[in-house]
């Protein structure tokens, strides 16, 4: 049994998870922790006050009684706001206070990219254009060319959660731009897992979403590999083990 821990903040989208361990196989288990949101705004103060040490910290007590193999940040927006460097403190510090690797969803987009062999991006972000610029440059950090962004200007996690399929697919056409190996949609509270592979489909190239990409990450600390294909390319990676 390999099981992954989760730290979530709020609650938006994280029946997503349920839904991506039921594709993944008996043996993965996916726990998810609530973090305190605090104020609930795509601004960048409120987003680094959600991503605070303590607030992670308040978690990690319950993943480890779990038995998690591995931590993710479940937060795209609540990481990136710290830039790079301050992102990798962030995610060495829950390392420590966890006893286990670490790693968050601000990362994963880029360890994904990589792992697919994909240079240029194009991004779809729910929030306001500064905080979608951030995205763009922490990207950019990674090594990753971003060859457009488009933002919804959406205000809050919550309204973010209520959008379906028809409101996802739009903002990741909206986003494609010739070039672009690859489309992004960064937030977690977006409602994704059921959509990966229409999403695909209709852009004729990967897409990696927060939620996808956050258990990809998990599974990548803990080394594992699953073939899971109505998850996206990125689960059709070898190593493979079955699903």
């Known amino acids: 049994m390999t099981a992954l821990g989760l730290l979530y903040p709020g609650h938006s989208a994280e029946d997503d998870y349920p839904r991506i361990e039921q594709l993944l196989g008996s043996d993965i288990r996916v726990d998810v922790v609530h973090t305190d949101i605090g104020e609930d705004a ?3 103060d409120a987003l680094r006050a959600t991503g605070a040490a303590e607030r992670l910290a308040a978690g990690v007590a319950e993943l480890r009684l779990a038995g998690a193999d591995a931590v993710v940040w479940a937060s795209t927006g609540g990481s990136f706001v710290y830039g790079w460097e301050g992102a990798r403190q962030q995610v060495r ?27 240029r991006v194009a991004v779809g972000a729910t929030y306001p254009d500064d905080v979608a610029s951030l995205f763009a440059g922490f990207l950019a950090a990674g090594g990753l060319e971003v060859t457009g962004v488009r933002s919804s200007g959406t205000v809050t996690a919550a309204e973010v959660g209520t959008w379906g399929e028809e409101e996802v697919l739009t903002l990741a056409r909206a986003a494609d731009v010739s070039g672009a190996e690859a489309v992004l949609l960064p937030d977690t509270a977006l409602h994704t897992a059921a959509h990966v592979s229409l999403l695909e489909k209709a852009l004729s190239k990967p897409v990696f979403t927060a939620n996808q990409v956050t258990v990809w990450e998990g599974l990548r600390l803990a080394d594992r590999r699953v073939n899971a294909p109505s998850l996206g390319t990125l689960f059709t990676r070898e190593p493979i083990i079955q699903a």
């Open 93 to 119: 510090a829950l390392a420590l206070a966890a006893g286990m690797p670490a790693s968050s969803t601000s990362f994963a987009f880029v360890h994904a990219a990589r792992e697919l062999g994909v240079r």
């Open 42 to 44: 795509h601004r960048v």
